[in-house]
């Protein structure tokens, strides 16, 4: 029983799921902090303190709903401009190494390969 639950926890999916979240807690941080320390406090610079939360409708506190879809808004648009820059930085890096491969030329396996078929065509 315990060499199973041993083999459960350490199967890869579930190392990977728990990476995952860990991963995906503190890039939540990252994005609070950026919407209520940066976004948020340019705004109410901008348009004075964004809160409509004492909008009512009758006893329908409207004005909470306000909040929460301008927040959602807010955190989308900070998360896809996070993700944009760091396609951005992982497009470069990319680019990078493939002109590092182009400079060190061709591999071992790649000049043999050009050998075999400069002597196939020499004996054919």
Do not use: C, H, W
């Amino acid at each position: 029983m315990l060499k199973e639950l041993k083999a459960f926890l350490m199967r890869g999916n579930i190392v990977d799921l728990a990476v995952a979240v860990i991963i995906g807690g503190a890039f939540g941080a990252i994005v609070t902090s950026l919407v209520e320390d940066i976004v948020t406090p340019l705004i109410g610079m901008v348009i004075g303190q964004p809160d409509f939360s004492g909008i009512m409708l009758g006893s329908i506190a409207i004005g909470k709903f306000i909040n929460a879809i301008i927040n959602f808004l807010i955190v989308g648009t900070s998360l896809f401009v996070i993700i944009k820059g760091l396609e951005k930085a992982q497009s470069t890096l990319k680019k990078e190494e493939r002109i590092e491969e182009d400079v060190l030329g061709p591999t071992e396996v790649e000049l043999l390969a050009d050998i075999k078929a400069l002597l196939e065509r020499q004996q054919g």
